[in-house]
């Protein structure tokens, strides 16, 4: 195991399944009345959150808790990064403090790696920029390995903005290198022109790609203003590329719809596929406290308990 | 010739075929029976039309028409434009997409090309706008245009402003087919803003504010890398410049995927041409220079700028007899295009015959995906077809079939003239009239 989580090109495959294992065990502890066991009492843990999240956040923080460490919710807004601090400078007295690990979010791709040059705490990367979100990853990975029993061959289509996605990284990376067959699909603005370099195919035909998947994921399409640039309107986006109750006639009967959240009803899902059996949006949601606990376990506790 | 009401059954008898498509330059009967071209078997009956000294050819197709309607009615609607392009020879015409309102949702599309069907006189194809309202801003909805059987999309008039927008464009149309085309008025806007005729020696004596040649050569050089960095397909409208032609020549060399359209006025005159301050010879881009001119013709001749369109411009007469800084540009162009190749290109020994029907049917149908045009002539193939007289000596002059009178070649005698025009097999011109 790596000393910090950064991007999913880190992870070997033994080290995913490593991972996916570990949390196997702990999501366990999630179905008990007290949900806690005491692997990292006395450690402490760090959300630096420099950029908005609700569910990473609170997923880390409960996943930090379950497993009995000292949580510090750090966030950008009324901090001294608000203030005008540095990056650096902010790492430097988090670790003064004492932080064992470091989980950060922020909108600049890189900064958890350069964060890493800064600290001696281990860092986890909850999402940079338009680069990584390994944690996510691994919890997607870990919930189509509980549904399908199986990473390698496993069809999948990742759908919509690829380009601006950190998950579709992420996801891409990690699918490959677990054996799956990644499809990219979306409008040719918002894949980027190199993808098939990632070793993923790329289709603008939803409909041809859908009746042979084992797991459409559905991105979250951005509708600010920015976003138009890459696409006409939602109205054309979701006619072309919507997961409608139609196109999910066209999935095999057993195949999964994934979507990282928050959801865009009405937009890349219609409201009833979002509900249907074969969406598991909501296990991927519990299985992400699972795989954060699994992280923060092997990065901070086994390693202190398989030396002592 | 007589008019008549076409689904039956007719022969054009000894008159030359010219089919580049079919690879046929021939004298040959061709019939023409329930809409298709048929083979000799269905000669039995069928009214025979003496087609001696006329050629027939594919129907013309114009990648570059201005229909006007809806909105601008007072100038032209697809009604009396679609007779202006059957009296021209034209089977097929697309229309461009500065309408009011904009043709940029599926909505115009689809209205456009039912008022052409009403007409039933030429095909029409509409244009899509690449940008919501001709802004230049935020992309047209391409998808739903292209679902609606739109095949090319530009922001005629004006370029698109910036290269992000164009890289856009170019990128996402390739989602909903390999063969759309997004098409460019390549004329940087900085420089010829406020500019009425071409920017040289002729500009400087005629006291008039110029558009130069690089407004045009800047444009066209950045759409092919574009167009060359995304593999989109590029169309570029009507080239004026004798750089232009180079770049695109050099482009097509490196595999761009791009086509390139000339019009007759740019193929016909020179900046030389505008010393009476003639409005109806005020067009954007402006007519250059005898160098430019020379350039074009050598680049339609060797397939470097492929197709030959007209920019069909109607204007009221009120908005062309004005001061020459007031007068609107733009000319008409469907019913003098094939008579000015044949005089000033094909006649003189600039051009071949089978080159111009090339550049005037078979290449754009191509460009346009329109299958159903540009030939081949053979059994089984819709009957889209114009026969005229290569020789017959005209001179133009209003009225026009077209609404409009604004042509550039008012007054000119002309070498060649259209007898018929035949439309799935209908002759929708007899004797140079239209029947309907």
């Known amino acids: 195991m790596n000393e910090h989580v950064l991007s999913m090109h880190d992870l070997s495959a033994e080290d995913v399944t490593r991972i996916l294992d570990t949390a196997e065990s702990f999501r366990e502890v999630g179905t008990r009345v007290i949900k806690k066991v005491p692997a990292l009492r006395g450690r402490t843990v760090v959300n630096f959150f420099l950029e908005n999240s609700t569910r990473t956040r609170i997923s880390f923080e409960l996943a930090a808790k379950r497993l009995s460490a000292d949580v510090i919710n750090f966030s950008a807004s009324g901090s001294s990064v608000a203030k005008g601090e540095s990056l650096k400078d902010t790492a430097l007295t988090l670790q003064a403090m004492g932080a064992d690990a470091i989980v950060i979010r922020h909108s600049s791709s890189g900064s958890p790696l350069q964060l890493t040059k800064w600290v001696d705490a281990h860092v986890l990367n909850a999402g940079d920029g338009t680069h990584e979100h390994p944690t996510q990853a691994l919890l997607d990975l870990y919930t189509m390995r509980e549904k399908l029993h199986r990473l390698e061959g496993l069809r999948v289509a990742i759908v919509g903005d690829v380009l601006h996605s950190r998950v579709a990284r992420s996801l891409s990376f990690g699918l490959v290198q677990m054996g799956a067959d990644v499809t990219l699909v979306g409008p040719p603005t918002l894949i980027p022109p190199d993808a098939p370099a990632w070793g993923v195919h790329v289709s603008y035909d939803i409909d041809g790609v859908l009746p042979k998947l084992d797991v459409c994921y559905m991105l979250r399409v951005q509708k600010e203003r920015q976003r138009l640039e890459y696409f006409p309107s939602v109205r054309e986006y979701a006619r072309f590329f919507g997961l409608t109750r139609a196109r999910v006639g066209l999935m095999p009967d057993e195949a999964l719809i994934m979507h990282p959240g928050p959801m865009n009803r009405g937009v890349e899902i219609d409201s009833d596929v979002a509900d249907l059996p074969s969406s598991v949006i909501e296990e991927q949601v519990t299985n992400g406290i699972a795989i954060r606990m699994a992280l923060l376990y092997l990065l901070l506790g086994a390693t202190k308990e398989e030396a002592s | ?436």
């Open chain 2, 1 to 436: 010739m007589s008019g008549r009401d076409g689904h039956g059954r007719f022969v054009f008898e000894g008159g030359r075929i010219v089919d580049p498509a079919g690879g046929v330059d021939a004298v040959r009967d061709v019939v023409v029976a329930d809409g298709v071209v048929a083979g000799p078997e269905a000669i039995e009956g069928a009214e025979r039309i003496d087609a001696r000294g006329l050629v027939i050819a594919p129907g013309l197709v114009d990648l570059h028409t201005h229909l006007r309607e809806p909105g601008d009615e007072h100038k032209e609607t697809v009604e009396t434009g679609t007779r202006a392009a059957a009296v021209g020879g034209y089977t097929a015409v697309a229309a461009m997409a500065n309408t009011t309102p904009v043709a940029d949702n599926a909505a115009v599309v689809q209205a456009v090309r039912d008022l052409g069907v009403a007409a039933g006189l030429c095909d029409v194809f509409p244009v899509g706008a690449i940008t919501r309202g001709l802004e230049g801003d935020l992309l047209a909805e391409l998808g739903e245009m292209a679902a609606a059987g739109v095949r090319m999309f530009s922001d005629d008039g004006r370029a698109v402003p910036t290269a992000r927008v164009l890289r856009n464009a170019l990128t996402y149309v390739q989602a909903f087919g390999d063969d759309l085309v997004i098409a460019e008025h390549a004329e940087d806007a900085s420089l010829v803003d406020g500019g009425h005729m071409h920017e040289g020696i002729r500009s400087a004596s005629l006291g008039l504010a110029g558009r130069p040649a690089e407004a045009e050569e800047i444009v066209v050089a950045r759409d092919l890398a574009l167009a060359g960095a995304t593999g989109g397909r590029l169309h570029l409208c009507h080239v004026s410049a004798a750089r232009s032609v180079e770049l695109i020549r050099r482009a097509k060399a490196d595999g761009v995927r791009v086509t390139a359209e000339v019009t007759p006025h740019h193929l016909a005159f020179t900046d030389e041409d505008l010393l009476t301050y003639d409005t109806n010879r005020k067009m954007h881009p402006p007519l250059r220079t005898d160098h430019d001119r020379e350039a074009l013709r050598a680049g339609l001749a060797d397939g470097t700028i492929d197709a030959i369109a007209t920019d069909h411009a109607p204007h009221a007469i009120e908005e062309k007899e004005a001061e020459f800084d007031h007068a609107l540009p733009g000319t008409i162009g469907l019913e003098t295009a094939l008579a000015a190749i044949l005089t000033e290109l094909v006649h003189p020994g600039h051009l071949s015959l089978s080159r111009a029907i090339d550049a005037l049917s078979v290449v754009p149908a191509r460009i346009l995906g329109a299958g159903a045009h540009g030939g081949p002539i053979g059994p089984g193939r819709p009957a889209n077809l114009v026969v005229f007289d290569p020789d017959r000596e005209w001179t133009v002059e209003a009225p026009f079939a077209s609404k409009a009178r604004n042509s550039a070649f008012l007054g000119a005698r002309l070498r060649g003239a259209v007898v018929a025009t035949v439309l799935r097999g209908e002759l929708v011109v007899a004797d140079g009239k239209p029947t309907r």
